[in-house]
């Protein structure tokens, strides 16, 4: 399988450009020169190499973390057409209220963690020594109505794995989107070298649990009374795939 590498840098002034887009997101590139005080010359000679490398991309004005994730993909069902895609930085706002929005009464608390990490360092996309995350989109009409999100933490004992949330907006649920998202993610994670996917679900969720069951996703374990909601213990219950 082919595993995407780490970023890996000859000269200290990439690896600070590189640093501070991938914290920052995407950025305004005198942003970034003025911010980091380089000289505009070797800051663009620097820019340059990192885009022929593949390690940084230009939209628009802005550079930011690239990341090869696959072609857009255009899906259409009787009742909507949806685009599946690889998140971009401007969609963190409509992705964080898609996912509150989809929880609902929060019977997703891993997802909910993820909207809350995600809203509040500004930034979707990471690809580091210590861990990679990233995010698909479903969209319709250019606004985000489902995600599927994967975390992978760079640490030898958990480099084979990765946690996964993913979910739709109920007005759109029942057209296939959950199912496509979901497999864009599974075929992310297994180009990346990954090798089990798993997910964490409180017990109340039924229909997660239903959804992963019949996509093939097994139960490994349940821990009890490990979340409390409106005043009362609900189990957690781990789900997981082998790629």
Do not use: C
């Not at 990490?117 to 979707?124: C, H, I, R, S, Y």
């Amino acid at each position: 399988m082919e595993v995407a590498q780490k970023p890996k840098f000859d000269h200290k002034d990439r690896r600070d450009i590189y640093e501070y887009v991938e914290r920052s997101g995407a950025t305004d590139t005198e942003t970034v020169r003025e911010t980091l005080q380089m000289d505009r010359r070797a800051f663009g000679h620097h820019v340059a190499i990192l885009k022929r490398n593949q390690v940084l991309e230009e939209v628009d004005g802005k550079i930011r973390v690239a990341f090869d994730a696959g072609a857009q993909e255009e899906f259409e069902t009787d009742d909507v057409s949806f685009t599946i895609r690889q998140a971009r930085e401007e969609d963190l706002t409509g992705l964080v209220g898609a996912i509150r929005e989809a929880i609902g009464g929060g019977e997703y608390v891993k997802a909910e963690t993820v909207a809350d990490v995600v809203d509040n360092e500004g930034v979707l996309i990471r690809h580091n020594e210590i861990e990679s995350r990233m995010f698909f989109v479903a969209t319709v009409d250019n606004e985000v109505v489902g995600w599927v999100h994967l975390k992978h933490t760079d640490l030898d004992k958990l480099s084979h794995t990765a946690e996964l949330t993913v979910g739709v907006l109920e007005e759109y649920r029942g057209n296939g989107i959950g199912s496509h998202l979901l497999q864009r993610g599974l075929e992310w994670a297994s180009k990346q070298g990954l090798e089990k996917i798993y997910n964490q679900i409180p017990a109340t969720n039924e229909v997660a649990i239903e959804f992963l069951q019949s996509r093939g996703w097994e139960i490994e374990a349940v821990r009890e009374a490990h979340y409390r909601m409106n005043g009362e213990d609900v189990d957690e219950v781990m789900l997981a795939t082998k790629l």
